[in-house]
């Protein structure tokens, strides 16, 4: 099942290596890691996405938490969510393409954010399945390169996480 | 505010957290370090002959005494030498901080001479690693390391530092934190004392249970509330290998170690067991044979620590996160508050058919192995020594066949007496572990159980045995081959005996002994075993090699059945299985 875990964590040289070698150490997957600092700066946020069962996901947050490093973490899948990812993608778009690809930004409410006479470059934000969604709907053959930031989310509601 | 520099403050902080005793191997990296050293007198530095001892050497210390192993080395090879020995400590959660000289700050990532990641490379056998930046942060970061490599479940620490941080011509005011604050780091406490009641009613209506104890025991102090909470609900207990002397190996309620080599009755107890109560174990793969097949009809109780071992490759029926000794008198408290009792002859049946398992197979009902041979047994080697040493020796050890023929004939009675590598399995650990003991211990008996293959694996330490003068008994069950591995090639692989014997190739270790300025003893024959032991253990003032030529056809047995067996599963002897 595919689980995203939001960790708040000590903003030091080294704590994301920790983290990245506790998954590769004990085999378990990342899909994505995003990872920024908060609005206080001895803090970062991360958010990764990984797959697993429920006892492999309680291991993970298990061993998370024992990092010394991190200092809160919660599964976001848990609960009802919110989760965006940003999708930047150059497009061939020439003639008759031009104006279809432009339909296609518009129906899934993505930006033109750099044009030439041959293509357009377009951000998309929103969960992966819809950015997965739009580049099936471009077609392989007029994409030129993608770049995705990979998942970033926060929990509905009241619900905080915060030291 | 007193100014030091970054080298006279690492040697302070020290002082301060109370550390008397360091071992270790200087370096380039590590010479401001070093003479600062030199300009005290509080801390006595014990210079071994390669870092891997000096791990090995603090972790004996530390787990003999429960305090902090120290560890100092240089950069690079002297910091990557060290690394075996971290893993041992941190397999087996040893609290212990090395502190790892490293180039300068500038050079870092250059590829400098002698530059290694220690922080990287450490990264997945530490619990908690630092790299010190600024002089002024060596107080907070010391107390933090401490604090962190000797609360919760222990480990160790690596504080690395760069050589211009010590540098000895720029000094900063000095001052060591009497209180830490860490909003990341809180280690578990009391136990959940609604489990805890719970526990305490599963026990209670227990018809089959088995105490299954492990190092945590040891390690968190909780031995004689165990030992307590067994006598009173006289309930049998079994130790891992890392727990031995958590319970009273001689008490009639012991059933001896469980797991690959261990008892018939414990692992036959285990088996039918229909509640387990697990603490400070951690289930490990060489306990629990195949863990599909682990205990089918057992509610397990289990606590520990570390809620990350709970659970992790056994599912826990009441899991119990919290130190061992809170969630034990807690237990204890609980029981003796209500006036219920187990059912008595439920467990008076139990204990008649555990007594039926020990009389048909049991490892100290009668010899299980044979005894009218030529050869010396090295069972019977282990036996002369309890008797020898009255079961009050430290002893340590090395890894492979010696080390199970200690953990099954040498009963501890008591805690940290029983010093050996569990979990990594380090060839190479108990000369240098010895000599650890020996500092903390210099009145008691110390014996390293070895074999001439791990004794090859750090023998230059008997060199440092000779400096500081540490008379410790190393006894070496010569079987001229790599017995455990050769047990395997004999039990698994049809006799190919792959590079596991070493063609007369071994050194003759009284010669070797002697060229170190020790006393070597050999012993080859049945009939002089036990006067020339006595003889040796005799000499209590010089380190004496006693190597012992023991039947080199003798395989360690019980050992349970793989692969897909289960924890009854055990062949008895070369020609009988369960």
């Known amino acids: ?163 | 505010m007193e100014l030091l520099s970054g080298g006279d403050m690492l040697v302070r902080a020290l002082q301060d957290e109370g550390v008397d005793l360091i071992f270790g191997y200087p370096g380039g990296s590590a010479l401001h370090i070093y003479d600062a050293i030199f300009r005290q007198k509080s801390i006595k530095h014990i210079l071994v002959r390669h870092e891997q001892g000096a791990t090995h050497a603090a972790d004996g210390y530390a787990r003999s005494t429960g305090k902090v192993g120290v560890v100092l080395v240089t950069s690079g090879p002297g910091a990557t030498n060290a690394i075996t020995g971290i893993a041992t400590a941190y397999m087996d959660s040893i609290p212990m901080v090395v502190i790892s000289g490293q180039v300068t700050s500038d050079k870092i990532g250059e590829d400098a001479f002698q530059e290694t990641d220690m922080v990287g490379c450490s990264r997945p056998i530490v619990k908690h690693s630092f790299l010190v930046k600024n002089a002024e942060n060596i107080p907070e970061i010391i107390k933090k390391a401490f604090y962190i490599a000797n609360t919760g479940r222990p480990g160790p620490v690596v504080v690395d530092v760069p050589k211009d941080v010590t540098n000895p011509a720029e000094r900063y005011p000095y001052q060591y934190p009497e209180k830490l604050r860490m909003r990341s780091y809180t280690p578990a406490g009391k136990g959940h004392g609604g489990q805890i009641r719970k526990a305490v009613a599963l026990l209670l209506s227990a018809r089959r249970p088995v105490i299954y104890a492990g190092g945590g025991v040891v390690q968190g102090g909780g031995s004689e509330l165990l030992t307590e909470l067994a006598r009173r609900l006289n309930f049998p207990v079994t130790n891992t290998l890392m727990g031995l002397g958590a319970y009273p190996g001689s008490d009639k309620r012991f059933l001896g170690m469980l797991g690959m080599h261990g008892t018939f009755e414990a692992n036959t107890a285990m088996h039918h067991a229909d509640v387990i109560l697990a603490v400070g174990a951690r289930f490990d793969d060489r306990v629990t044979n195949t863990p599909s097949k682990f205990c089918p009809g057992a509610k397990i109780i289990h606590i520990d620590v570390d809620p990350a071992s709970i659970s992790k490759t056994i599912v826990a029926d009441i899991p119990i996160v919290g130190t061992v000794q809170s969630v034990l008198s807690e237990m204890l408290d609980t029981l003796k508050s209500g006036d219920e009792q187990p059912d008595q002859s439920a467990i008076v049946d139990w204990w008649r058919q555990i007594d039926d398992w020990r009389e048909r197979h049991g490892l100290y009902t009668a010899p299980r192995y044979q005894t009218d041979g030529a050869l010396i047994m090295p069972q019977d080697v282990i036996r002369a020594v309890y008797d020898i040493t009255e079961g009050d020796a430290y002893v340590t050890s090395d890894v492979g066949q010696h080390q199970m023929f200690a953990a099954q004939y040498y009963h501890f009675d008591k805690p940290r007496r029983w010093i050996n590598s569990g979990g990594l399995g380090t060839m190479g650990f108990g000369l240098p572990a010895a000599l650890g003991v020996k500092i903390a211990y210099p009145d008691k008996e110390v014996v390293c159980v070895t074999g001439e293959g791990s004794i090859q694996m750090c023998i230059q330490e008997l060199s440092t045995a000779t400096q500081y003068h540490l008379p410790v008994k190393i006894l070496c069950l010569n079987n001229q081959a790599l017995g455990m591995v050769k047990q395997w090639q004999e039990m698994q692989y049809e006799g190919r005996l792959s590079n596991s014997v070493y063609e007369e190739s071994l050194p003759d270790f009284v010669k070797l002994a002697e060229a170190y300025g020790h006393l070597g003893v050999k012993i080859e024959h049945r009939d002089e075993l036990h006067g020339k032991l006595q003889e040796a253990f005799a000499e209590k003032n010089r380190t004496v090699f006693i190597d012992v030529y023991v039947d080199p056809s003798e395989h360690v047995y019980p050992m349970q059945v793989m692969p897909n067996g289960s924890m009854r599963d055990m062949w008895l002897s070369k020609t009988e299985r369960t």
Do not use: C, W
Request: charged share 25%; aromatic share 4%.
């Open chain 1, 1 to 163: 099942m595919r689980r995203i875990i939001s960790v708040l964590m000590e903003n030091e040289p080294g704590a994301l290596s920790r983290v990245v070698g506790l998954f590769s150490q004990r085999g378990y997957n990342i899909e994505s890691l995003t990872v920024a600092p908060t609005e206080d700066a001895t803090l970062s946020r991360l958010t990764m996405v990984t797959i697993g069962d429920d006892h492999k996901i309680e291991q993970i947050t298990k061993n998370l938490n024992k990092l010394i490093d991190v200092v809160k973490l919660v599964d976001l899948t848990e609960g009802s969510h919110i989760e965006r990812e940003l999708l930047m993608v150059k497009v061939r778009a020439n003639g008759a393409q031009r104006d279809e690809v432009k339909r296609s930004v518009d129906i899934f409410r993505g930006q033109i954010v750099d044009v030439t006479s041959n293509m357009y470059t377009v951000q998309v934000a929103g969960t992966s399945e819809k950015l997965d969604a739009f580049l099936q709907a471009l077609g392989e053959h007029t994409i030129m390169e993608v770049v995705r930031s990979g998942v970033s989310g926060i929990a509905r509601g009241e619900k905080v996480l915060s030291v």
